[in-house]
């Protein structure tokens, strides 16, 4: 089994595969799980959604998911946001001050894929630390924390990621979440939780999200990743912080008036969806074991706990983009995620047919190139 570094030091979607509108439609698209398209019950709901202007707080299906959310991560209070990477920049927001520093993991979604907007906005410094499967322990982050000085900039907050994405969607054992959260606690620091496939953990680790999250200050959770809705994010957390998030929301621009359109669509993915999430789990995990047969091919089928799978092609002869432009070719569509790494992604637009497919793509566009060396 593999067990090397993957994806350092080069986290970024290397090349992203932007695709014409009508080979996406044919193709087995495992780009990632946000280009899922609403189901037909999401877009009877969107049609027959009551609506209001949410800026004022009148939608009543904005309302109603938000209720939802936080009823079922037992919260106080939750918020719905256009996008997760505006829902963490909001918490980052509201948790610290301009100078602060971040801790969070180095490939985190935070540090490496939203536009460096916790400086550009929040005007605070990530403090980053490496580890290969992505999970955070205490030991880990409390040599980053920052002595009360008058010199150094100080430790504003932590943010954790549950599944971690770029670590291939590995999962935090609640029992390591909690000792974090309650050494930050200890610490007079707030924790927050990118937690854009936290429904793909719960899966994973047979425990509510409400268990999981319970000890973290703040929550994101996305809509639009696994559980297949078109637009949105829920921020969670207790009366105050959502309070002054609906103010960091319109500051940002992310007040969407008439949005239960779109709040309606996230019911059903909130309702419906994690039920049927073990089905992309499992084809993550046939696609990991098929392409592990491949020569050239290294996967760490340890780290493939969700729906994510990062895998190693440096021994094909070829980099990450020219295998996923050979794949484009055959209409399967997968993101290199560094040099020699390709990431692929189950969803619910993903069938195991079409996990099928992508492996007969990959083993017909990798054989011939180690026959050639
Ligand atoms: N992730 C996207 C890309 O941005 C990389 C993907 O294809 O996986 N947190 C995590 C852990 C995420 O993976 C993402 C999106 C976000 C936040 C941001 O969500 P959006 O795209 O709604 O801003």
């Known amino acids: 089994m593999y067990s090397g570094n993957l994806t350092r030091p080069s986290a970024e979607l290397e090349r ?19 280009v899922t398209r609403p189901t037909p019950e999401m877009r009877e709901a969107m049609f027959h959604a009551v609506v ?18 936080a009823e079922i991560f037992h919260r106080e209070a939750a918020l719905f946001v256009p996008s997760g990477s505006m829902g963490n920049l909001i918490a980052i927001q509201v948790w610290t001050r301009h100078g602060h520093e971040v801790i969070c993991e180095e490939r985190g979604h935070i540090h490496q894929f939203e536009m460096g907007s916790i400086s550009a906005i929040a005007g605070c410094m990530p403090r980053t630390t490496y580890i290969d499967d992505g999970i955070l322990t ?106 002054k998030a609906r103010t960091a929301r319109k500051l940002l621009g992310g007040g969407m008036r008439q949005a239960g359109i779109l709040a309606a669509a996230g019911l059903v993915a909130l309702e419906k969806s994690p ?68 990431r692929m992604v189950t969803h619910c637009d993903v069938d195991r047919a079409g996990i099928d497919r992508a492996l007969a793509a990959f083993r017909e566009i990798a054989a011939p190139h180690i026959a050639d060396r």
């Not at 039920?275 to 074991?289: M, P």
């Not at 729906?307 to 980099?319: A, E, H, Q, Y």
């Open 16 to 34: 992203p595969a932007s695709v014409s509108l009508a080979a996406a439609q044919f193709a087995v698209d495992l780009r990632s799980d946000t």
């Open 52 to 69: 209001g202007d949410d800026v004022y707080g009148e939608d009543p299906t904005v309302n109603l998911l938000q209720s939802r959310a």
């Open 138 to 243: 205490w030991e880990l982050i409390e040599p980053l924390l920052r002595p009360k000085s008058r010199y150094a900039a100080q430790t504003g907050l932590i943010s954790l990621e549950n599944s971690h994405n770029m670590a291939g969607g590995t999962v935090y054992p609640c029992e390591i979440a909690e000792e974090i959260c309650d050494r930050a606690h200890e610490n007079g620091l707030p924790v927050h939780l990118d937690g854009a496939r936290i429904f793909n953990a719960s899966v994973a680790l047979g425990r509510g999200v409400a268990e999981l999250t319970g000890k973290f200050d703040s929550v994101m959770f996305c809509l639009s990743k696994g559980l297949g809705a078109p637009v949105g994010s829920l921020l969670l957390g207790s009366h105050e912080f959502i309070d």
């Open 275 to 342: 039920a049927r999430l073990h089905e992309d789990h499992a084809n993550a995990r046939y696609l990991a074991e098929g392409l592990s047969q491949l020569p050239g091919v290294r996967v760490d089928l340890a780290k493939v706990q969700t729906n994510i799978v990062i895998f190693d092609v440096s021994d094909t002869s070829r980099s990450a983009a020219e295998l996923s432009a050979a794949l484009e070719k055959r209409q399967i569509l997968a993101n290199a995620t560094g040099k020699f790494a390709l």
